[in-house]
Every structure is written in structure tokens, then in C-alpha cells.
């Protein structure tokens, strides 16, 4: 009896056993685990039909005969609202240009100061040897502060 317990233990420990339930139980539990089979997710398929693995491939346009080509008759002049509408976008696009100028150029003048004050405290710096240097920040000056708001005001 040693010997045939022995494997039911071994057979409890590996599959679900159904203590106490009714034959009919069982049954349909056994259906059930053996018609179900979870599907990899499909990050992990290498092909998915939900998934488009390439772009559509235009196709040249055939033009046929019977179509007549693009003439005077069948061009139409813009309305005057869209041609307003052009006008509009045309000057916001001119003052935006206008006002990227300013700035590109604030930002050239405040370069061309930090490179002359720079010019002229490198002639009164003292020389400091290799291996003691030290790396200290640059104060800014107050007028920079100011060049800054004016920039912000352009923006």
C-alpha cells in the first residue's frame, strides 16, 4: 500500500485534485481546463492581422481619354475671403519674421558685449598653472538683466 500511495501524493502535488466533488463536476472542470489555451499577447506575434506591417503602395492614376486637360474654363478664381485670409497670414508671418530680426539681433549685441568685457578682463587675469586650477562662475552684470527682460518683451 506504501507503494501505491506514494504516487497518488506525487499526482496531488502536480495537478488539481477535486476532493469531494461530484463526478459530473469533475468532468466539466477538465473540459474547461483542456478547451482553454491563452494566446501570446500580441506585442510578441511577429505578424498580426489587426496590424498594418506596410504602407499602402500608391498607384499611378491613369488619365483617360475622355477627360478633358486642365484649361482656363476649368480654373476658378479664388474668393475674396480666402484671398483676405492669404493677406492675414501673410502679415503674421511678416511680423513674426520682423520679430525674430529684433531678437537675433539683442542676442548678437549682448554676445558681441560678454566677448569685449571678456577681451578686456583675459589682459588683467592672472595666470594660474596647470593642476591648480580652479573653474569659478562668471557673475553677470546688472545691464544684462535688463537685455534679458527686453528679450522676454519681444517674445
Excluded: N
Amino acid at each position: 500500500m506504501s507503494v501505491e500511495a506514494e504516487p497518488e501524493q506525487e499526482f496531488d502535488q502536480v495537478y488539481t485534485v477535486f476532493d469531494g466533488s461530484s463526478p459530473e463536476d469533475v468532468s466539466h472542470a477538465r473540459q474547461l481546463w483542456s478547451s482553454l489555451s491563452l494566446l501570446p499577447p500580441l506585442e510578441s506575434r511577429l505578424v498580426s492581422a489587426d496590424i498594418r506591417q506596410r504602407l499602402p503602395v500608391s498607384r499611378p492614376q491613369r488619365r483617360s481619354s475622355t477627360a478633358a486637360p486642365p484649361g482656363p474654363s476649368t480654373y476658378f478664381a479664388p474668393s475674396v475671403a480666402a484671398l483676405r485670409q492669404r493677406q492675414e497670414e501673410r502679415r503674421r508671418y511678416v511680423a513674426m519674421a520682423d520679430q525674430r530680426r529684433e531678437i537675433l539681433a539683442l542676442l548678437r549685441r549682448q554676445r558681441e558685449r560678454r566677448l569685449q568685457k571678456e577681451l578686456l578682463s583675459a589682459a588683467s587675469k592672472p595666470k594660474v598653472k596647470l593642476g591648480r586650477e580652479k573653474l569659478s562662475k562668471p557673475q553677470e552684470p546688472p545691464d544684462c538683466e535688463m537685455d534679458e527682460e527686453l528679450v522676454q518683451q519681444l517674445q
